[in-house]
Protein backbone atom coordinates (compact mmCIF):
# COMPACT_ATOMS: atom_id res chain seq x y z
CA UNK A 1 0.00 0.00 0.00
CA UNK A 2 1.37 3.74 -0.83
CA UNK A 3 2.08 6.06 2.08
CA UNK A 4 -0.22 9.13 2.52
CA UNK A 5 3.43 10.59 2.98
CA UNK A 6 3.30 11.92 -1.10
CA UNK A 7 0.17 14.46 -0.75
CA UNK A 8 1.83 15.88 2.91
CA UNK A 9 5.33 16.30 1.42
CA UNK A 10 3.86 18.01 -1.80
CA UNK A 11 1.14 20.11 0.66
CA UNK A 12 4.73 21.39 2.65
CA UNK A 13 6.72 22.24 -0.83
CA UNK A 14 4.10 24.23 -2.34
CA UNK A 15 3.32 26.08 0.92
CA UNK A 16 7.24 27.22 1.37
CA UNK A 17 6.60 28.63 -2.46
CA UNK A 18 3.89 30.31 -1.59
CA UNK A 19 5.14 31.73 1.81
CA UNK A 20 8.24 32.80 -0.05
CA UNK A 21 6.69 33.84 -3.37
CA UNK A 22 3.22 35.37 -2.03
CA UNK A 23 2.50 37.18 -5.33
CA UNK A 24 2.47 34.09 -7.58
CA UNK A 25 -1.20 33.58 -7.58
CA UNK A 26 -0.13 30.17 -9.50
CA UNK A 27 1.07 28.52 -6.68
CA UNK A 28 -1.92 29.60 -4.48
CA UNK A 29 -4.08 27.78 -7.34
CA UNK A 30 -1.36 24.74 -6.89
CA UNK A 31 -1.80 24.63 -3.31
CA UNK A 32 -5.72 24.53 -3.35
CA UNK A 33 -5.56 21.74 -6.00
CA UNK A 34 -3.38 19.64 -3.63
CA UNK A 35 -5.69 20.20 -0.50
CA UNK A 36 -8.83 19.71 -2.95
CA UNK A 37 -10.21 16.35 -1.92
CA UNK A 38 -12.18 16.27 1.47
CA UNK A 39 -14.56 19.21 1.87
CA UNK A 40 -15.35 18.60 -2.38
CA UNK A 41 -15.82 14.73 -1.87
CA UNK A 42 -17.63 14.48 1.61
CA UNK A 43 -20.34 16.87 0.47
CA UNK A 44 -20.99 16.05 -3.18
CA UNK A 45 -21.61 12.03 -1.60
CA UNK A 46 -24.55 13.30 -0.07
CA UNK A 47 -26.13 14.06 -3.28
CA UNK A 48 -27.20 10.02 -2.87
CA UNK A 49 -29.89 7.54 -4.24
CA UNK A 50 -31.81 9.19 -1.21
CA UNK A 51 -30.83 13.03 -1.60
CA UNK A 52 -31.60 12.98 -5.52
CA UNK A 53 -35.08 11.39 -4.59
CA UNK A 54 -35.72 13.92 -1.85
CA UNK A 55 -34.81 16.95 -4.48
CA UNK A 56 -36.83 14.78 -7.39
CA UNK A 57 -39.73 14.53 -4.84
CA UNK A 58 -39.81 17.98 -3.76
CA UNK A 59 -39.68 19.75 -7.91
CA UNK A 60 -42.49 16.90 -8.69
CA UNK A 61 -44.70 17.59 -6.07
CA UNK A 62 -44.21 21.23 -4.86
CA UNK A 63 -42.47 22.89 -8.17
CA UNK A 64 -40.36 25.82 -7.55
CA UNK A 65 -41.68 26.66 -3.86
CA UNK A 66 -39.18 24.65 -2.50
CA UNK A 67 -36.26 26.40 -4.24
CA UNK A 68 -35.92 29.30 -1.39
CA UNK A 69 -34.62 26.47 0.92
CA UNK A 70 -31.12 25.95 -0.95
CA UNK A 71 -29.26 29.04 0.57
CA UNK A 72 -30.21 28.61 4.05
CA UNK A 73 -29.39 25.15 3.48
CA UNK A 74 -25.89 25.81 2.00
CA UNK A 75 -24.86 28.18 4.42
CA UNK A 76 -25.69 25.59 7.10
CA UNK A 77 -23.92 23.08 5.42
CA UNK A 78 -21.15 24.84 5.15
CA UNK A 79 -20.25 26.04 8.48
CA UNK A 80 -21.03 22.67 10.09
CA UNK A 81 -18.27 21.29 7.47
CA UNK A 82 -15.65 23.96 8.22
CA UNK A 83 -15.95 23.34 11.82
CA UNK A 84 -15.12 20.12 11.48
CA UNK A 85 -12.28 20.56 8.42
CA UNK A 86 -11.31 23.35 11.02
CA UNK A 87 -11.22 20.39 14.16
CA UNK A 88 -9.42 18.68 12.31
CA UNK A 89 -6.50 20.62 10.52
CA UNK A 90 -6.16 21.98 14.36
CA UNK A 91 -6.25 18.70 16.32
CA UNK A 92 -5.27 16.59 13.78
CA UNK A 93 -7.79 13.59 14.87
CA UNK A 94 -10.89 12.86 14.16
CA UNK A 95 -14.20 13.92 14.98
CA UNK A 96 -15.22 10.16 16.87
CA UNK A 97 -11.56 10.52 18.66
CA UNK A 98 -12.01 13.74 20.08
CA UNK A 99 -15.48 12.74 21.25
CA UNK A 100 -14.00 9.70 23.32
CA UNK A 101 -11.29 11.51 24.39
CA UNK A 102 -13.20 14.62 25.98
CA UNK A 103 -17.02 12.89 26.69
CA UNK A 104 -15.29 9.20 27.60
CA UNK A 105 -15.89 5.81 26.06
CA UNK A 106 -20.02 5.27 27.15
CA UNK A 107 -21.35 8.21 24.74
CA UNK A 108 -19.06 7.28 21.67
CA UNK A 109 -19.88 4.01 22.18
CA UNK A 110 -23.83 4.39 21.76
CA UNK A 111 -23.24 7.37 18.99
CA UNK A 112 -21.08 4.76 16.53
CA UNK A 113 -23.61 2.01 17.59
CA UNK A 114 -26.73 4.49 16.01
CA UNK A 115 -24.16 5.69 13.32
CA UNK A 116 -23.45 2.01 12.21
CA UNK A 117 -26.84 1.00 12.38
CA UNK A 118 -28.06 4.65 10.12
CA UNK A 119 -25.18 3.56 7.25
CA UNK A 120 -25.66 -0.01 7.45
CA UNK A 121 -29.63 1.23 6.49
CA UNK A 122 -28.14 4.26 3.83
CA UNK A 123 -25.47 1.69 1.96
CA UNK A 124 -28.77 -0.49 1.52
CA UNK A 125 -30.35 2.57 -0.37
CA UNK A 126 -26.68 3.35 -1.96
CA UNK A 127 -27.10 0.06 -3.83
CA UNK A 128 -30.76 -0.37 -4.67
CA UNK A 129 -30.28 3.07 -6.20
CA UNK A 130 -27.30 1.10 -8.21
CA UNK A 131 -29.87 -2.02 -9.08
CA UNK A 132 -32.62 0.51 -10.50
CA UNK A 133 -30.44 2.93 -12.47
CA UNK A 134 -28.72 -0.61 -13.88
CA UNK A 135 -32.53 -1.57 -15.15
CA UNK A 136 -33.37 1.87 -16.70
CA UNK A 137 -30.30 1.14 -18.93
CA UNK A 138 -31.24 -2.94 -19.19
CA UNK A 139 -28.62 -4.27 -17.09
CA UNK A 140 -30.29 -6.66 -14.96
CA UNK A 141 -29.09 -5.60 -10.87
CA UNK A 142 -28.24 -8.92 -10.57
CA UNK A 143 -25.37 -8.29 -12.88
CA UNK A 144 -24.96 -4.76 -12.07
CA UNK A 145 -25.06 -4.67 -8.16
CA UNK A 146 -22.22 -7.39 -7.66
CA UNK A 147 -19.88 -5.57 -9.81
CA UNK A 148 -20.10 -2.46 -8.40
CA UNK A 149 -19.82 -3.95 -4.79
CA UNK A 150 -16.56 -5.55 -6.04
CA UNK A 151 -15.55 -2.14 -7.79
CA UNK A 152 -15.77 0.14 -4.54
CA UNK A 153 -14.12 -2.59 -2.55
CA UNK A 154 -10.88 -3.23 -4.42
CA UNK A 155 -10.75 0.60 -5.13
CA UNK A 156 -10.25 0.98 -1.18
CA UNK A 157 -8.49 -2.37 -0.32
CA UNK A 158 -6.67 -1.95 -3.10
CA UNK A 159 -6.04 1.94 -3.62
CA UNK A 160 -3.88 4.82 -1.81
CA UNK A 161 -5.62 7.87 -0.13
CA UNK A 162 -4.36 9.84 -3.25
CA UNK A 163 -5.89 7.70 -5.93
CA UNK A 164 -9.17 6.76 -4.10
CA UNK A 165 -9.14 10.67 -3.60
CA UNK A 166 -8.64 11.26 -7.71
CA UNK A 167 -11.36 8.40 -8.12
CA UNK A 168 -14.08 10.53 -6.09
CA UNK A 169 -13.43 13.34 -7.47
CA UNK A 170 -13.44 12.83 -10.54
CA UNK A 171 -16.79 11.37 -9.62
CA UNK A 172 -18.40 14.50 -8.36
CA UNK A 173 -17.42 16.07 -12.14
CA UNK A 174 -20.45 13.71 -13.18
CA UNK A 175 -22.75 15.54 -11.10
CA UNK A 176 -22.88 18.46 -13.90
CA UNK A 177 -25.44 15.97 -15.43
CA UNK A 178 -28.37 17.47 -13.07
CA UNK A 179 -27.31 20.92 -14.15
CA UNK A 180 -27.36 20.15 -17.87
CA UNK A 181 -30.55 18.12 -17.56
CA UNK A 182 -32.04 21.08 -15.69
CA UNK A 183 -31.27 23.00 -18.57
CA UNK A 184 -32.62 21.14 -20.80
CA UNK A 185 -35.79 21.03 -19.43
CA UNK A 186 -36.39 24.37 -20.31
CA UNK A 187 -37.55 26.24 -17.06
CA UNK A 188 -39.55 29.05 -16.82
CA UNK A 189 -36.40 31.23 -15.78
CA UNK A 190 -37.51 34.73 -14.06
CA UNK A 191 -39.65 32.38 -11.87
CA UNK A 192 -36.97 30.11 -11.18
CA UNK A 193 -34.69 33.32 -9.31
CA UNK A 194 -37.90 34.54 -7.78
CA UNK A 195 -38.69 31.53 -5.64
CA UNK A 196 -34.43 30.96 -5.11
CA UNK A 197 -35.18 34.42 -2.82
CA UNK A 198 -38.98 34.59 -1.96
CA UNK A 199 -40.46 31.85 0.09
CA UNK A 200 -44.25 31.01 -0.59
CA UNK A 201 -46.69 31.65 2.06
CA UNK A 202 -47.80 28.33 2.54
CA UNK A 203 -47.13 26.47 5.31
CA UNK A 204 -49.40 23.20 4.98
CA UNK A 205 -48.49 19.36 6.83
CA UNK A 206 -46.88 18.09 3.51
CA UNK A 207 -45.31 21.32 2.46
CA UNK A 208 -43.49 21.60 5.88
CA UNK A 209 -42.53 17.42 5.91
CA UNK A 210 -41.05 17.72 2.40
CA UNK A 211 -38.66 20.81 4.28
CA UNK A 212 -37.57 18.65 6.90
CA UNK A 213 -36.67 15.93 4.15
CA UNK A 214 -34.79 18.26 2.19
CA UNK A 215 -32.45 19.33 5.60
CA UNK A 216 -32.57 15.97 6.76
CA UNK A 217 -30.59 14.92 3.15
CA UNK A 218 -28.64 17.67 3.27
CA UNK A 219 -26.97 17.74 6.50
CA UNK A 220 -26.19 14.37 7.60
CA UNK A 221 -24.02 12.77 10.66
CA UNK A 222 -21.40 11.09 8.80
CA UNK A 223 -20.42 13.79 7.13
CA UNK A 224 -19.36 15.59 9.71
CA UNK A 225 -17.25 12.32 11.05
CA UNK A 226 -15.85 11.48 7.21
CA UNK A 227 -15.04 15.38 6.87
CA UNK A 228 -12.62 15.51 9.38
CA UNK A 229 -10.93 11.74 9.25
CA UNK A 230 -10.13 13.11 5.65
CA UNK A 231 -8.47 16.24 6.99
CA UNK A 232 -6.32 14.27 9.06
CA UNK A 233 -5.66 11.45 6.88
CA UNK A 234 -4.41 13.72 3.93
CA UNK A 235 -2.66 15.67 6.01
CA UNK A 236 -3.42 19.23 6.29
CA UNK A 237 -2.31 21.76 9.10
CA UNK A 238 -3.39 24.85 10.04
CA UNK A 239 -0.67 26.57 8.18
CA UNK A 240 -2.46 25.59 5.32
CA UNK A 241 -5.73 25.47 6.54
CA UNK A 242 -7.26 28.85 4.51
CA UNK A 243 -7.03 26.11 1.37
CA UNK A 244 -9.27 23.49 3.20
CA UNK A 245 -11.92 26.22 3.86
CA UNK A 246 -11.84 26.77 0.37
CA UNK A 247 -12.10 23.34 -0.31
CA UNK A 248 -15.23 23.08 2.00
CA UNK A 249 -17.18 26.42 0.45
CA UNK A 250 -16.61 25.46 -2.98
CA UNK A 251 -17.38 21.49 -2.10
CA UNK A 252 -20.92 22.38 -0.79
CA UNK A 253 -22.02 25.15 -2.90
CA UNK A 254 -21.41 22.96 -6.08
CA UNK A 255 -23.19 20.26 -4.26
CA UNK A 256 -26.57 22.34 -3.65
CA UNK A 257 -26.33 23.68 -7.01
CA UNK A 258 -26.71 20.16 -8.00
CA UNK A 259 -29.88 19.96 -5.32
CA UNK A 260 -31.23 23.19 -6.97
CA UNK A 261 -31.41 21.94 -10.77
CA UNK A 262 -32.41 18.92 -9.77
CA UNK A 263 -35.59 20.21 -8.19
CA UNK A 264 -35.70 22.52 -11.26
CA UNK A 265 -35.49 19.86 -13.85
CA UNK A 266 -38.37 18.04 -11.96
CA UNK A 267 -40.28 21.19 -11.37
CA UNK A 268 -40.42 22.28 -14.89
CA UNK A 269 -41.43 18.59 -16.12
CA UNK A 270 -43.33 16.57 -13.65
CA UNK A 271 -44.66 19.34 -11.53
CA UNK A 272 -45.80 20.90 -15.08
CA UNK A 273 -47.90 18.03 -16.10
CA UNK A 274 -48.77 16.47 -13.24
CA UNK A 275 -46.99 13.35 -13.03
CA UNK A 276 -46.80 12.06 -9.18
CA UNK A 277 -43.38 10.01 -8.45
CA UNK A 278 -42.61 7.56 -5.53
CA UNK A 279 -38.36 8.03 -6.51
CA UNK A 280 -35.57 9.32 -8.73
CA UNK A 281 -35.98 6.23 -10.55
CA UNK A 282 -38.96 6.97 -11.46
CA UNK A 283 -38.12 11.02 -12.17
CA UNK A 284 -36.02 9.47 -15.00
CA UNK A 285 -38.46 7.41 -16.56
CA UNK A 286 -41.23 9.93 -16.81
CA UNK A 287 -38.39 12.63 -17.68
CA UNK A 288 -38.04 11.23 -20.68
CA UNK A 289 -41.76 12.08 -23.13
CA UNK A 290 -41.14 15.32 -21.26
CA UNK A 291 -37.93 16.34 -21.84
CA UNK A 292 -35.95 13.97 -24.29
CA UNK A 293 -34.20 10.92 -24.07
CA UNK A 294 -31.04 13.42 -23.09
CA UNK A 295 -32.39 14.86 -20.19
CA UNK A 296 -33.94 11.39 -18.87
CA UNK A 297 -30.66 9.50 -19.50
CA UNK A 298 -28.18 12.14 -17.91
CA UNK A 299 -30.90 11.87 -15.11
CA UNK A 300 -30.55 8.18 -14.67
CA UNK A 301 -26.61 8.18 -15.25
CA UNK A 302 -26.50 10.92 -12.65
CA UNK A 303 -28.01 8.43 -10.13
CA UNK A 304 -26.39 5.25 -10.74
CA UNK A 305 -23.13 7.27 -10.45
CA UNK A 306 -24.30 9.11 -7.19
CA UNK A 307 -25.41 5.83 -5.63
CA UNK A 308 -21.86 4.58 -6.64
CA UNK A 309 -19.92 7.40 -5.04
CA UNK A 310 -22.19 6.67 -1.98
CA UNK A 311 -21.85 2.75 -1.91
CA UNK A 312 -18.25 3.48 -1.66
CA UNK A 313 -18.05 6.89 0.52
CA UNK A 314 -20.33 5.50 3.44
CA UNK A 315 -18.95 2.35 4.71
CA UNK A 316 -15.71 4.01 4.33
CA UNK A 317 -16.77 6.58 6.19
CA UNK A 318 -18.15 4.24 8.88
CA UNK A 319 -15.18 2.37 8.87
CA UNK A 320 -13.01 5.65 9.81
CA UNK A 321 -15.35 6.99 12.75
CA UNK A 322 -15.42 3.49 14.28
CA UNK A 323 -12.09 2.81 14.65
CA UNK A 324 -10.93 6.36 15.62
CA UNK A 325 -13.60 5.67 18.45
CA UNK A 326 -11.79 2.68 19.65
CA UNK A 327 -8.61 3.56 18.91
CA UNK A 328 -8.08 1.53 16.04
CA UNK A 329 -5.57 1.72 12.93
CA UNK A 330 -7.29 3.21 10.03
CA UNK A 331 -7.13 5.24 7.04
CA UNK A 332 -7.03 4.02 3.42
CA UNK A 333 -3.12 3.92 3.14
CA UNK A 334 -2.94 1.76 6.12
CA UNK A 335 -2.20 -1.92 5.14
CA UNK A 336 -4.94 -4.87 5.48
CA UNK A 337 -2.68 -6.38 8.20
CA UNK A 338 -2.44 -3.51 10.39
CA UNK A 339 -6.06 -2.18 10.05
CA UNK A 340 -7.78 -5.22 10.01
CA UNK A 341 -10.68 -3.62 12.06
CA UNK A 342 -11.16 -0.96 8.94
CA UNK A 343 -11.06 -3.19 5.93
CA UNK A 344 -12.90 -6.17 7.76
CA UNK A 345 -15.94 -3.41 8.90
CA UNK A 346 -15.67 -2.06 5.33
CA UNK A 347 -16.02 -5.33 3.66
CA UNK A 348 -18.77 -6.27 5.97
CA UNK A 349 -21.17 -3.28 5.63
CA UNK A 350 -20.55 -3.11 1.26
CA UNK A 351 -21.46 -7.29 1.40
CA UNK A 352 -24.88 -6.48 3.66
CA UNK A 353 -25.61 -3.68 1.71
CA UNK A 354 -25.35 -5.38 -2.37
CA UNK A 355 -26.41 -8.63 -0.85
CA UNK A 356 -29.95 -7.56 0.75
CA UNK A 357 -30.52 -5.93 -2.65
CA UNK A 358 -30.22 -9.29 -4.83
CA UNK A 359 -32.86 -10.89 -2.33
CA UNK A 360 -36.13 -10.94 -3.57
CA UNK A 361 -38.79 -9.20 -1.17
CA UNK A 362 -36.38 -7.87 1.35
CA UNK A 363 -38.62 -5.03 3.18
CA UNK A 364 -35.68 -2.21 1.81
CA UNK A 365 -38.11 0.57 3.30
CA UNK A 366 -38.70 -0.29 6.76
CA UNK A 367 -34.96 0.04 6.93
CA UNK A 368 -34.40 2.89 5.45
CA UNK A 369 -36.77 4.04 7.94
CA UNK A 370 -35.17 2.92 10.79
CA UNK A 371 -31.97 4.30 9.40
CA UNK A 372 -33.81 7.89 9.06
CA UNK A 373 -35.15 8.09 12.50
CA UNK A 374 -31.41 7.26 13.86
CA UNK A 375 -30.11 9.97 11.84
CA UNK A 376 -33.03 12.16 13.22
CA UNK A 377 -32.17 11.27 17.04
CA UNK A 378 -28.19 10.99 16.32
CA UNK A 379 -27.54 14.34 14.23
CA UNK A 380 -28.40 16.74 17.19
CA UNK A 381 -26.30 15.48 19.28
CA UNK A 382 -22.99 15.34 17.10
CA UNK A 383 -24.14 19.11 16.54
CA UNK A 384 -23.55 19.67 20.12
CA UNK A 385 -20.47 18.18 20.19
CA UNK A 386 -18.79 19.78 17.02
CA UNK A 387 -20.05 23.43 18.62
CA UNK A 388 -18.22 22.36 21.79
CA UNK A 389 -15.52 20.76 20.69
CA UNK A 390 -14.93 23.78 18.49
CA UNK A 391 -14.86 26.34 21.05
CA UNK A 392 -12.41 25.01 23.19
CA UNK A 393 -9.28 27.39 23.63
CA UNK A 394 -7.32 24.14 24.79
CA UNK A 395 -8.48 21.93 21.61
CA UNK A 396 -8.29 24.61 18.84
CA UNK A 397 -5.60 27.67 19.86
CA UNK A 398 -5.99 30.78 17.80
CA UNK A 399 -8.38 28.76 15.29
CA UNK A 400 -10.82 28.69 17.81
CA UNK A 401 -14.91 29.66 16.52
CA UNK A 402 -15.38 33.32 15.79
CA UNK A 403 -18.48 35.08 17.53
CA UNK A 404 -20.11 34.67 13.83
CA UNK A 405 -19.18 31.35 13.33
CA UNK A 406 -21.19 30.25 16.89
CA UNK A 407 -24.15 32.10 16.04
CA UNK A 408 -23.96 30.50 12.77
CA UNK A 409 -23.06 27.06 14.16
CA UNK A 410 -25.55 27.24 17.47
CA UNK A 411 -28.65 28.55 15.02
CA UNK A 412 -27.97 25.38 12.48
CA UNK A 413 -28.34 23.38 15.58
CA UNK A 414 -31.59 24.23 17.67
CA UNK A 415 -32.86 24.40 13.58
CA UNK A 416 -32.05 21.24 13.46
CA UNK A 417 -32.75 20.20 16.78
CA UNK A 418 -36.68 21.38 15.98
CA UNK A 419 -37.19 19.80 12.38
CA UNK A 420 -35.38 16.11 13.53
CA UNK A 421 -37.82 16.46 17.10
CA UNK A 422 -40.82 17.83 13.48
CA UNK A 423 -39.53 14.76 11.58
CA UNK A 424 -39.53 11.94 13.91
CA UNK A 425 -43.14 13.44 14.89
CA UNK A 426 -43.86 12.43 11.56
CA UNK A 427 -42.39 9.24 10.94
CA UNK A 428 -43.88 7.67 13.86
CA UNK A 429 -47.31 9.11 13.49
CA UNK A 430 -47.81 11.55 16.40
CA UNK A 431 -48.03 14.57 13.96
Known sequence: MSSPMPDKEAIAATRTRVSTKSSNSWQR????????????????????????????????????????????????????????????????????????????????????????????????????????????????????????????????????????????????????????????????????????????????????????????????????????????????????YEYERWDVIVGCTITDIVAFFIIIACAATLFAHGIRIQDATDAARALRPLAGSYAANLFAFGLLNASLFAASVLPLSTAFYVCEAFGWESGVSTSLRSAPQFYGLYTVLIVIGAGVVMIPQFPLVPVMFLSQVLNGMVLPLVLFFIVRLANRRDLMGKLVNSRALNIALWSTAVIMTILTVMELAVLLGIW
Open 29 to 240: VKMFLIILGPGMVTANVDNDAGGITTYSLAGAHFGLDLLWTIIPMTIALIVTQEACARMGAVTGKGLSDLIREEYGVKATAWVMLALVLTNLGNTMAEFSGIAAAAEIFGVSRYLAVPLSAMFVWILVIRGSNRIVERIFLVACLVYIAYPIAGILAEPPWPEVLRATVLPPMRLDRDYLQMIIGLVGTTIAPWMQFYQQSAVVEKGISPEN
